[in-house]
Structure formats: C-alpha cells, structure tokens
C-alpha cells in the first residue's frame, strides 16, 4: 500500500527566508509525486509534479523539488518565501499501477511572519 | 475556463437524509475523484472511477456511494448520512495518464446535525 508523511503540521518562517517542507513517501514501484498548495476556503492547486527524469523538478511560484529515491523523500523548497504564500501544503503519491489511486500526506501549514 | 464544479458549496442536513453531492467536469477527464478533509487527516480518497461505469473504492468507502454514467459527472451520495460524516469534501479529475495532476472543485462543507 502506498502512503505518504509530511512530518511538520506547521512551519513558520520569516518573509524573505528560505523553506523546506519535508515530504517522505512509501511506494514500491516507481512513485508518481505531487505538491500541491489550498489556500484558505480554496481547493487545491497544483505546484509541481515529478514522473521521471531530472530529479529537481520545477513548479509555479519559485517552487521546486527534489526527489531522492535513497531517502524516498520529495521535499518542497523556496528560496525566498512572499507573504501570500501562506497556505497549507499537501505532497501525494499516485499509484504507477492504478492511476485512480491517489494518497496524500497530512499536510503542512505554512504561516508567514512580517 | 476548465472547471471542477461542485454543488452545493455548503450543505446542513439532520442524521438518515439522503443527499447527494454533484460534481461536473468540462475536460473530458476519464479519472475522477472524491475525496474528503479533515483537521489533521489530511485528504482521504473516498471513491475513484477510471471511467464511465467503472468505479473503486479508495480508502475511506463506508458510508458513500457513487455512480458515473457520464463522463463529465460523478456524484457522491450519502444514503443515511451520519455526523462523522461531517467533513469537507472535494471533487476531482484528470486525464487517464498518471502523471498529470487533478484538477480540484471548490469544495463542499457538509454538516450532519
């Protein structure tokens, strides 16, 4: 079965400052990943995805991540976080096999200081 | 504009009262999706469909019901609602390769008194 763990709830950071969300996946074939961000009283959009090739892949609004087969890790980064950045964040896994199936992790709150 | 459109947005309903929820597509999507939210769970899938008449459970089934004899459709139906069942639930699609990502609706807050 596949799953999937974000293990930071919530993550505060500094405008200006960079971040990282973690992002640890259990799959065992070749994992299809996804980050995506839900604003307050939005659905979910999507920030960037990863099937194969290059490992660091690039999304919307200066994010990128980086899968690592070794640690079976995605983790989302930006170098300088805005303000309106301030959202939750989900990373999922869907299933190379069943293309239906689709988990997600707990999610991580992202607050935004001045 | 290509959309996931659920109805209602918000929804009170009393415990055993039938109701369902639609949700609509307008990109020829073949996967669709249900999915609920809850405070610390995350998103949970309740039921997929890979396309017309095929359907399958995700992990969350119990309780829900859903059909797909169109394409662009896939409604939730809740039976006899019950108040754990009180969640917000959201809709999606995408096309039939695994990689692309959903497509989400706006969501829908349901409450079971």
């Known amino acids: 079965a596949q799953s999937v763990t974000q293990p930071d709830i919530h993550i505060t950071v500094s405008e200006g400052a960079s971040l990282e969300l973690r992002c640890n996946y259990s799959?065992?074939?070749?994992?299809?990943l996804f980050w995506y961000v839900q604003s307050p009283g939005q659905g979910l959009q999507l920030l960037l995805k990863y099937f194969s090739g290059d490992t660091l892949v690039q999304g919307i609004k200066g994010f990128e991540a980086e899968f690592k087969r070794s640690q079976s890790s995605f983790n989302l980064r930006k170098p300088s976080v805005h303000w309106s950045d301030a959202a939750e964040y989900f990373c999922?896994?869907?299933?190379?096999?069943?293309?239906?199936?689709?988990?997600f992790g707990d999610g991580t709150t992202l607050t935004v200081k001045p | 504009e290509a959309q996931v459109t659920q109805n209602p947005r918000y929804l009170i309903t009393v415990t055993g009262k039938k109701l369902t929820v639609t949700c609509s597509q307008n990109?020829?999507?073949?996967?669709m999706s249900w999915y609920r939210q809850d405070p610390g769970l995350g998103l949970r899938q309740i039921y997929y469909s890979m396309n017309v008449e095929v359907t399958d459970k995700g992990d969350v089934p119990e309780g829900y019901k859903v059909s797909r004899k169109e394409k662009r459709n896939f409604p939730l139906i809740l039976e006899s609602p019950s108040p754990n069942q009180t969640s917000l639930y959201f809709c999606a699609s995408s096309s039939n390769h695994p990689n692309t990502e959903a497509f989400f609706g706006q969501g829908t807050r349901l409450t079971v008194v």
């Open positions: 990109m020829n999507h073949e996967y």
């Open positions: 999922a896994v869907g299933a190379s096999t069943n293309a239906g199936k689709s988990t």
């Open positions: 799959y065992g074939a070749t994992p299809y």
